[in-house]
């Protein structure tokens, strides 16, 4: 109170006027220092919800299958063409070649993303298959998914409940869609062969051709992305 002159209005005034400076600055410091903060944590949340985003994408990747073949094949075109192999063997391939394409990108998200036991486990993943074995991704798969749905707050899955060895989500081959897009060619000859009889076997035939070659291009690209899951 010693600071406080309230002999006379000037007085009165100034002292108000200290007290209000003094109040606005430590509410300007105070709402600066909230911001920051609340800025940090808002790239914090970002970062963590990135990296959730990325980690469940690599785990629907090496996890999306309970059948078939659950192993990931490394081999490459040059190993195919160097066994001569037939084109049943070449259209497989290409299936176990998008596989393997997926794999080696989710596990390249882990590596760069994912703890240290996920990185351990993808390293020895991706150096099996540098060295041209087949790899199983169960391991990798269940420490994922323990440690997604532990981010997510979520209880581990109960004991109880059986749940098979995961493996690679499959994906569609090209096959279909090369013979789709022959198919419509075909109708596109024979519609153009019927116009000696009139017009609409011209138009028939080329509506064919057109909505087959529409269906090829959609399936028939060997380097179209994944689709997400």
């Known amino acids: 109170?010693?600071?406080?002159?309230?002999?006379?209005?000037?007085?009165?005034?100034?002292?108000?006027?200290?007290?209000?400076?003094?109040?606005?600055?430590?509410?300007?410091?105070?709402?600066?220092?909230?911001?920051?903060?609340?800025?940090?944590?808002?790239?914090?949340?970002?970062?963590?919800?990135e990296r959730l985003r990325t980690l469940i994408a690599a785990y629907r990747t090496?996890?999306?299958?309970?059948?078939?073949?659950?192993?990931?094949?490394?081999?490459?075109?040059?190993?195919?063409?160097?066994?001569?192999g037939t084109e049943s063997t070449a259209a497989s391939f290409d299936?176990?070649?998008?596989?393997?394409?997926?794999?080696?990108?989710?596990l390249a998200d882990i590596l760069l993303l994912g703890t240290e036991e996920h990185c351990r486990l993808a390293g020895q993943a991706a150096n099996d298959m540098a060295a041209g074995r087949p790899i199983h991704t169960a391991d990798l798969v269940i420490a994922l998914r323990s440690f997604i749905r532990e981010a997510l707050d979520l209880g581990p899955v109960p004991a109880d409940?059986?749940?098979p060895l995961q493996g690679p989500t499959r994906t569609q081959g090209s096959g279909g869609g090369r013979?789709?897009?022959?198919?419509?060619?075909?109708?596109?000859?024979g519609g153009g062969g019927n116009n000696m009889d009139g017009g609409g076997g011209d138009g028939r035939g080329m509506a064919l051709g057109l909505g087959g070659g529409h269906r090829a291009g959609v399936h028939d690209d060997p380097d179209a992305p994944l689709g997400q899951v």
């Open 1 to 49: 109170m010693r600071t406080l002159d309230f002999s006379s209005w000037h007085a009165v005034l100034t002292t108000f006027l200290g007290l209000a400076v003094f109040t606005l600055l430590g509410v300007g410091i105070r709402v600066l220092m909230m911001q920051t903060v609340q800025q940090r944590r808002e790239r914090m949340n970002r970062q963590i919800n």
């Open 62 to 84: 090496l996890g999306g299958s309970f059948t078939g073949e659950l192993t990931v094949d490394p081999t490459h075109l040059r190993a195919l063409r160097a066994g001569a």
């Open 95 to 106: 299936r176990a070649r998008r596989i393997r394409d997926a794999v080696e990108a989710a």
């Open 161 to 163: 409940v059986p749940i």
């Open 179 to 189: 013979g789709k897009g022959e198919g419509g060619s075909k109708a596109e000859g």
